[in-house]
């Protein structure tokens, strides 16, 4: 069982699996969620775990009507200013942090490492829950994403732009090589609407971008409506 929290930041990637983190944690936790804190690349222009523009992860901040920071690290000093922010947001009355970490010991392990060192709880409302109730939970309720980032290892280009449906789960749990909830980095998901969203985000132009083994849909042009 969770504790109760007043006020917790989100550790966003703009994907299915932060997004229904954040959803549990309000649900389930009472938690006030009054920030995201996405991470990218050095330069800013894209974010760390999904390769997402920076501007386009903006978007789900302003249909959510939440607040997000977003820090600019080099992977040799990511934890460094991971811990910056989570600082700040102690110094705000944040007192803990939602993480959409499913079953990888290392990931949960780094997690609260650096919430202790910060003086945070860590809280992970999707671990060791099965893939099929996560995908049929996020769907439930209400949840509308996309793929935005596939693997050439596990998936073609075909696959970009797919909603995240119950046809996309029969058809991923066909493929024996692939997580349905696409934990070693198979897929990546963009979220465009659901119970967190006051607005939705409609995808009016995108295309298509190939780089070292993976296929990306940037995201052009849109609107929040």
């Not at 998901?189 to 849909?217: D, N």
Request: charged letters at 30%; one cysteine or more; a positive charge.
């Amino acid at each position: 069982m969770f504790q109760k929290h007043k006020k917790v930041f989100a550790s966003w990637s703009g994907g299915k699996d932060s997004a229904l983190a954040c959803y549990l944690a309000k649900k389930n936790c009472n938690a006030e969620v009054t920030s995201l804190l996405n991470m990218l690349s050095e330069n800013g222009t894209h974010s760390r775990s999904h390769h997402l523009s920076a501007k386009v992860l903006q978007l789900q901040t302003a249909a959510m009507g939440i607040p997000m920071v977003q820090m600019k690290a080099t992977w040799q000093h990511y934890e460094e200013e991971f811990k910056k922010a989570l600082l700040k947001f102690k110094k705000e009355g944040i007192q803990a942090g939602v993480f959409g970490d499913i079953d990888l010991q290392e990931h949960r392990d780094w997690v609260e490492k650096v919430c202790n060192e910060t003086s945070m709880e860590s809280l992970l409302p999707l671990w060791h829950r099965t893939r099929e109730s996560l995908m049929e939970e996020f769907i439930s309720a209400g949840f509308k994403a996309i793929i935005v980032a596939v693997n050439l290892e596990f998936l073609g280009s075909e696959w970009l732009g797919r909603q995240i449906d119950a046809e996309f789960v029969e058809d991923i749990k066909r493929l024996p090589q692939v997580d349905l909830c696409g934990e070693k980095g198979e897929y990546h998901t963009f979220v465009t609407s659901g119970p967190l969203f006051k607005k939705r985000i409609e995808i009016t132009k995108s295309r298509r971008r190939y780089k070292k083994g993976r296929w990306f849909l940037d995201i052009l042009e849109w609107r929040i409506v």
